[in-house]
């Protein structure tokens, strides 16, 4: 059994498209093809649905995922196996959301560079829905997002924090002399929110919908750092993740309100597509990802 086929299992898994899978990979389609065949006869049995250009994962083919992962994984680190960090090169692609690249950005990334001053990284910062759909297509070598956790069955889950949802205030808004809020009486402030697909933003906006509550918001944006800036210098209210905001509240630039009907928790989750072979590049960044947010999540 090749490893090169195995590869090329894994690409076309992760695609779903062999036309796709040989572009991604310097293949002719036919090669791709050839490939599939060689090792399903090896194998005895289909690894893919053939439907139109569309391919997807026989129960074999997904049985087999995980062995042609770790195989993969073997091969590659046994190429690389006299080589130190130091000298491992390549291209590393990995996407985060706004919110954590404030959180993660200069210090994994300076760590990362020390470690493998070889490698070049290519960073992406998206929405968690277009990081995933990223991952899928086999654009992204992982990803760091925050969402509600997401399912073993399609990602690799490398590591997950817990993450507080808040909602912050410019200090000079009446509301933030109230102990506590309501979400009617949240819904009802000048609001900044992310945009629509925001996994916080869609579970405070269902919260109001189940309580038949509504709410305007001023503006919607795509950066937390644009929102918390808008806040300290505007009587606005916001819901970001409590890393975004607690640096302000210490600092009193902004006010964290207590909202007791709405405590909220998400899930920082450090992913990858679960046809991924792992190199040693792409686990140290995850190493250096996982130190940073360890340290600023506690």
Not at 35 to 56: D, H
Not at 93 to 110: C, K, M, N, P
Not at 161 to 176: D, F, Q
Not at 198 to 219: G, I, K, M, T
Request: one cysteine or more; aromatic letters at 6%.
């Amino acid at each position: 059994m090749e490893i090169r086929n195995l590869k090329t299992f894994l690409k076309a898994a992760s695609m779903q498209n062999f036309t796709h899978a040989a572009k991604a990979l310097g293949y002719s389609q036919s090669s791709v093809s050839a490939q599939i065949a060689q090792l399903e006869q090896e194998i005895g049995a289909p690894l893919f649905n053939r439907i139109g250009r569309q391919v997807t994962l026989t129960q074999y083919g997904e049985e087999l995922l995980p062995y042609a992962r770790e195989l993969c994984t073997i091969a590659l680190r046994m190429e690389q196996l006299t080589q130190s960090e130091a000298f491992l090169g390549g291209t590393v692609r990995v996407g985060l959301t706004d919110s954590i690249s404030e959180l993660l950005l200069e210090d994994a990334l300076i760590s990362y560079h020390e470690r493998f001053p070889r490698v070049q990284l290519e960073l992406s910062l998206d929405t968690t829905e277009m990081l995933l759909e990223r991952l899928r297509r086999g654009e992204l070598d992982a990803a760091c997002v925050i969402t509600d956790p997401l399912p073993a069955a399609e990602w690799q889950i490398w590591a997950e924090r817990s993450a507080r949802i808040a909602a912050a205030a410019n200090p000079a808004l009446e509301i933030c002399r109230q102990d506590s809020v309501t979400l009617k009486a949240l819904a009802g402030q000048p609001l900044v929110l992310m945009e629509r697909a925001a996994p916080y933003s869609l579970q405070f906006e269902q919260a109001l919908s189940q309580r038949r509550l509504e709410c305007s918001p001023v503006f919607r944006l795509q950066s937390a750092a644009a929102a918390l800036r808008l806040i300290e210098r505007s009587p606005f209210v916001t819901i970001l993740p409590l890393y975004t905001v607690q640096s302000a509240a210490d600092a009193g630039r902004v006010k964290l309100l207590s909202v007791p009907e709405w405590e909220v928790r998400q899930t920082v989750q450090t992913v990858l597509h679960r046809g991924k072979a792992m190199t040693p590049q792409v686990e140290g960044l995850l190493e250096e990802l996982d130190r940073t947010l360890n340290l600023r999540l506690q």
